[in-house]
């Protein structure tokens, strides 16, 4: 205790004289970190927006872009695994998803979703809302991910437990419904919430649509105060939804360890 | 449906790739019989089993259900199976379900029985065998005896006309072999039709209305156990059997 204090101290102390000390630091510490400017971005001010408004749309993208990545992901997963030579083109479409949309990066994504399906000029779908198109793009990108987590979670579920729940007399989606999915998603919940961390930060990019959220406004803040504050509150604001989570996910994982390891036991 | 044997085998073949498991096997189950495999690992006696469960499909040959041809084109095998219970070496209890949630899975999803009824059923079978008191438990409460007990009423509850056991007490500590025997003994005693493979020789001799020696996919030599035991007829039995009683196991 007392050496991880002392050492932790150390630390921080090192780098704020490094960063004390460089010539630059006056700038710095009045372009980034001018108190004014901080609360200024933030709560917002008559000629520009807050950040902190704007980042409420951040939270509805990832909250809304969640709901259908779990169940998208899970039905591609699923596609996957379905046996049997007339489901083939299924399986394929499902296969070409995930390669297609795990390789391609997410903002060629927003371009060609956000931009090439609103030129269709399609009735209803091309007249959608910016954001719209952005969180069709998250999902269309995560899902590829995220069924893959759920197909390692489904793969490491073992044969005899199928077997048993077949044996039983159950078909094969019962198997799938009652035995297998369950035990699954329970294994791969740590790193399904750790996709949901980068997808919270991914939200940004939406802006590229035109949409403003939180990093956009802090763009247009400094555009037009000559000052980077709101960057940092933007940052601040990202850090701090994404530690509720990620303290949440260790917490998961050290209990599944526990539970493992009484299992082991036992 | 209640025609002939309980269970009939006719010339059954099972390949894995290039290795021939069984080499055409026949035999025939009576109903109320108990059977016992015997033989040493490798010989094909859970394969066997496992064809019967149609867990693995097999390559020729007929396996017949109370008349009903099981391994013919176009036959569901849910059906089937939910005729035919079998327990595993491994008992293969579902993890993140209690005692109550595993046995009455089966009845409720796929012979749709409401839930009440299923758990009734349950917890009497669950007393019957002195596991009541564990009904609320997770498999990974219990001891490898109590799970196996668990994973034979769960296949119990089924209802079904013919058991198969895998080498039920393979995976257990000494001491616990003794309370899953007594429960096969128990549905012995009721007249359950079984069909076991087993290492445990003793038990075998008390159980078995016949024994079967497997040997490399054939069944060398069948008979009821007194004169398996005590006289085998084929050289290959008796050196089987001599080993067992230099292991100290019969």
């Known amino acids: 205790m007392l050496v991880s204090s002392a050492s932790t101290v150390l630390f921080f102390a090192v780098i704020a004289v490094i960063v004390v000390l460089s010539p630059g630091s006056e700038i710095v510490a009045e372009r980034f970190f001018s108190p004014r400017h901080l609360w200024q971005s933030l709560i917002g001010s008559g000629t520009n927006l807050s950040v902190l408004g704007a980042f409420v749309l951040n939270v509805k993208i990832f909250t809304v872009s969640e709901v259908f990545i779990l169940i998208l992901a899970l039905v591609i997963a699923v596609v996957r695994r379905i046996p049997g030579p007339v489901f083939f083109p299924f399986r394929l479409v499902a296969v070409a998803y995930t390669d297609l949309f795990r390789g391609v990066p997410l903002i060629l994504v927003l371009y060609m979703i956000g931009f090439g399906v609103p030129g269709l000029g399609l009735p209803f779908v091309s007249y959608l809302p910016d954001v719209t198109y952005g969180v069709i793009s998250l999902v269309l990108i995560y899902s590829a991910y995220v069924a893959e987590v759920y197909r390692a979670g489904i793969e490491s579920v073992h044969e005899s437990q199928n077997a048993a729940a077949r044996s039983l007399g159950l078909t094969r989606w019962q198997s799938l419904r009652f035995v297998v999915l369950p035990q699954a998603i329970r294994r791969v919940i740590p790193p399904l919430l750790n996709d949901f961390i980068g997808l919270q930060k991914d939200t940004a990019l939406v802006s590229v649509l035109g949409s403003v959220e939180a990093v956009r406004a802090a763009q247009i803040y400094s555009a037009s105060e000559f000052n980077y504050a709101s960057y940092v509150v933007a940052a601040f604001l990202f850090v701090l939804i994404t530690i509720p989570l990620a303290r949440f996910t260790d917490r998961l994982i050290a209990r599944d360890k526990r539970r493992r390891e009484a299992g082991a036991l036992a | ?250």
């Open chain 2, 1 to 250: 449906m209640n025609e002939g044997p309980a269970l009939l085998l006719e010339n059954v073949h099972k390949s894995f790739g290039e290795n021939e498991v069984l080499k055409g096997i026949d035999l025939t189950v009576e109903p109320h019989e108990v059977v016992c495999l015997i033989g040493a690992s490798g010989s094909g006696k859970s394969t066997l089993l496992r064809c019967v469960n149609l867990v693995e499909p097999i390559d020729a040959g007929r396996v017949v259900v109370e008349g009903e041809e099981i391994t013919a084109e176009g036959v569901d095998a849910n059906r089937i199976r939910r005729r035919i219970g079998i327990v595993y070496q491994s008992y293969n209890l579902f993890p993140h379900m209690t005692v109550l949630r595993n046995i009455t899975l089966a009845p409720r999803e796929a012979l749709k029985q409401d839930r009440a009824q299923a758990e009734e059923n349950a917890r009497k079978l669950l007393e019957r065998f002195g596991l009541l008191d564990k009904q609320y438990e997770y498999p990974d409460r219990l001891s490898g005896g109590q799970q196996q007990r668990v994973a034979i009423v769960r296949a119990l509850a089924m209802r079904p006309h013919l058991m198969l056991l895998d080498e039920v007490t393979s995976a257990l500590d000494p001491e616990l072999v003794a309370e899953v025997l007594a429960v096969i003994k128990e549905l012995a005693r009721e007249g359950m039709t079984m069909l076991i493979a087993t290492h445990e020789m003793s038990f075998a001799r008390d159980i078995a209305d016949r024994v079967c020696f497997l040997e490399a996919g054939h069944i060398l030599e069948q008979g009821p156990p007194d004169r398996i035991f005590t006289a085998p007829e084929h050289p290959r039995t008796r050196q089987f059997l001599g080993r067992i009683i230099e292991a100290g196991r019969l």
